[in-house]
């Protein structure tokens, strides 16, 4: 599945996370889905392919990852791409984190380790909900 015409009927969602592993939990919950994976294995790839490939409706954002944090990473995408769900990833709990992730532009906060029954159904539901440029 190339990134030309065809994206515009196949709906991708980006997991920027730079541990391979969980890259690997996260794609093998999503396999089901249908949609095309991708992998953003740092903050900066993930803004470069986010706003490089117009087929990526979601993005589930870590947020400790090197050369540019989640945080930021998500507050540069969203302003360029208002239209792409965030939903930010993250060991960490903290009240003020997931704020900090809201207010740069995350639409959801899910806590590692992510569950199925977590991650699916708030998928499907952003995934149905995407919005048109």
């Not at 939990?25 to 889905?33: A, D, F, G, S």
């Not at 953003?40 to 803004?47: D, I, L, S, T, Y």
């Not at 990526?56 to 302003?79: Q, S």
């Amino acid at each position: 599945m190339s990134q030309g015409e065809e994206s515009t009927s196949k709906k991708t969602i980006l997991i920027a996370e730079d541990e391979p592993i969980n890259f690997m939990l996260l794609q093998k919950m999503l396999e089901r889905t249908g949609f095309e994976i991708l992998w953003g294995k740092n903050g900066q790839e993930a803004v470069d392919m986010a706003v490089a490939n117009n087929s990526v409706c979601l993005i589930l954002m870590d947020i400790r990852m090197p050369l540019i944090d989640g945080i930021e990473a998500t507050k540069i995408i969203h302003n360029k791409k208002p239209n792409i769900h965030i939903v930010a990833v993250t060991a960490y709990t903290l009240s003020n984190e997931k704020e900090k992730c809201k207010e740069a532009g995350a639409v959801g906060f899910l806590s590692k380790p992510v569950r199925p029954t977590e991650l699916i159904p708030l998928v499907e539901k952003l995934m149905n909900t995407h919005k048109k440029e």
